[in-house]
């Protein structure tokens, strides 16, 4: 059944036997209840540093670049970054997957050939998998001296302490994951609510993990110890957020992971609507395929480790599509013709009440996030406004999940386009669901229902915030064009035109 489909299977049971509804929009009231209340508990959680022990030797450890159609002078970035890093016993093996254009990987390869006998290149052409399948093809090509390894995304420009910083903090046998925050180094004040909106994941829910022990992986600047990585099997390739699965897996091995809050790379946001969306869809639905995982961990790990997890892999969800489509419902229900009975009124105070929910708690939490930071509350407000633009993908992929679907691995695009993706093309679902809510403000006027109007005219905010999201991401395009540009100007001689 198409997700669609079912929206409007919801609206028609709303408007014409809401008895029905009823009960599934009471237990969805709760369960986000529930979730928000733990959020914002947790992020009232004071900051921490896990220890750290120096080590009497420097171990072993491999480097792995997955790419899969990445400009080539960004990935060039990211090699010589590692190329300069202040540690001595490590590799790099840079994996590409599936690219069919040999003009963008021919001269990664080139360039690798440049750095020395530290690194080396790889290219492979239909490998399943995605980017967990390139991530367990090249394990089994690294050194035999190798104790630990570090998955750096391509975009991403690591400082030359990284290894230095990281591998200290292996302080216990148990620790099998070391992981970094994300960040990002194509944001500027025009397009700061976007970063704004990714920080918020480390600052409440990456910060929390010490406390609860529950450390997830993030996919990049994480390092994590060899022997764990094959006990459990390597990465699942049937996993759209192969490194959250592979964090709950470390869990159910016996071993754990810590969260060092101090950033040593600088990778790139999306450019456009699009890119943005199908990432943040990815994460949405990887997580919910995670959430399996969980439930059967229950009772395997400890309580609060379970509790904890829980939070992580609804960071990205919203439990939103119930409540949007029984207030969708009520453009109908206004007319005459129907009688409003008790149970409508029921179906309207749980799925208001839903909404309400959520906005409130999110907000909450970007005031925290942001509470040390100049003007906090109107970026607070900002970075609010972006998540809430989200609202659609981020309710429609743990049903897409629930009802089997199954969806590829889309890379987030780091190609700047010519044209940006219109509006229309990547947000047609948010503007005309937008539309009917003000058409059911429209009709609330009129046949005298302030209340209703009230709750149309929010519900038609959140779903519209996506212009804004659209306006606010669109400075990233110039920005990043500029770093291209000074990529392409440093390794011109290695591309081919």
Not at 20 to 44: E, K, P, R, T
Not at 132 to 137: I, P, R
């Amino acid at each position: 059944m198409g997700i669609s489909l079912f929206f409007i299977i919801i609206l028609i049971v709303s408007a014409f036997i809401p008895k029905y509804v009823v009960i599934f929009l009471a237990l969805n009231l709760f369960a986000g209840l529930f979730l928000s209340v733990s959020q914002i508990i947790i992020s009232l959680i004071p900051h921490s540093k896990p220890k750290s022990c120096k080590k009497k030797s420097q171990p072993f450890v491999s480097i792995l670049v997955p790419a899969y159609n990445e400009p080539p002078e960004i990935l060039m970035q990211t090699l010589e970054a590692l190329a300069k890093l202040d540690y001595d016993q490590f590799e790099v093996l840079v994996i590409d997957n599936n690219t069919r254009d040999k003009n963008i990987w021919k001269p990664v390869e080139s360039f690798v050939e440049t750095l020395g006998n530290k690194f080396r290149f790889f290219h492979v052409d239909k490998l399943p998998g995605f980017k967990a399948g390139a991530l367990n093809y090249i394990l089994k090509k690294i050194d035999n001296k190798t104790e630990y390894i570090a998955i750096i995304d391509a975009d991403y420009v690591v400082e030359n302490k990284f290894l230095k910083i990281a591998m200290p903090f292996f302080s216990e046998d148990k620790i099998a994951l070391v992981q970094f925050p994300q960040q990002y180094r194509n944001c500027n004040a025009k397009n700061q609510s976007i970063s704004d909106e990714y920080r918020h994941f480390f600052e409440i829910y990456m910060n929390m993990a010490n406390h609860l022990d529950c450390v997830p992986s993030t996919g990049t600047v994480s390092v994590y110890k060899l022997n764990v990585l094959n006990k459990i099997g390597g990465f699942r390739g049937e996993a759209l957020t192969e490194d959250a699965d592979v964090g709950l897996r470390i869990y159910e091995s016996g071993y754990r992971g810590i969260y060092v809050d101090q950033p040593v790379g600088y990778g790139l946001m999306p450019y456009d609507l699009e890119s943005y969306r199908k990432q943040k869809w990815r994460w949405a639905f990887g997580n919910a395929q995670s959430l399996k995982t969980l439930f059967m961990l229950f009772g395997k790990i400890p309580f609060r480790t379970w509790i904890g997890f829980l939070s992580h892999l609804t960071a990205w969800q919203q439990f939103l599509f119930l409540p949007f489509a029984a207030l969708a419902a009520f453009p109908v229900i206004l007319h005459p013709a129907i009688p409003v009975t008790s149970y409508h009124k029921q179906v309207l105070i749980f799925a208001s009440l839903a909404i309400f929910i959520t906005l409130t708690a999110k907000m909450l939490l970007f005031l925290v996030t942001l509470r040390k930071q100049n003007n906090f509350i109107i970026r607070a407000f900002k970075a609010f406004v972006v998540h809430m633009g989200m609202s659609l993908v981020y309710s429609e992929a743990w049903i897409a999940f629930a009802f089997g679907k199954k969806f590829g691995f889309e890379r987030t695009n780091k190609f700047v386009i010519k044209k940006i993706p219109s509006l229309m093309k990547n947000s047609y679902g948010e503007i005309i669901l937008g539309s009917w809510y003000l058409l059911g403000a429209v009709a609330a006027v009129w046949w005298g229902k302030p209340i209703m109007v009230v709750a149309f005219l929010i519900a038609a905010s959140v779903v519209f915030s996506v212009f804004y999201v659209y306006w606010k991401i669109k400075p990233t395009k110039e920005y990043s064009k500029k770093i291209l540009a000074e990529a392409e100007l440093r390794y011109g001689k290695f591309l081919l035109k």
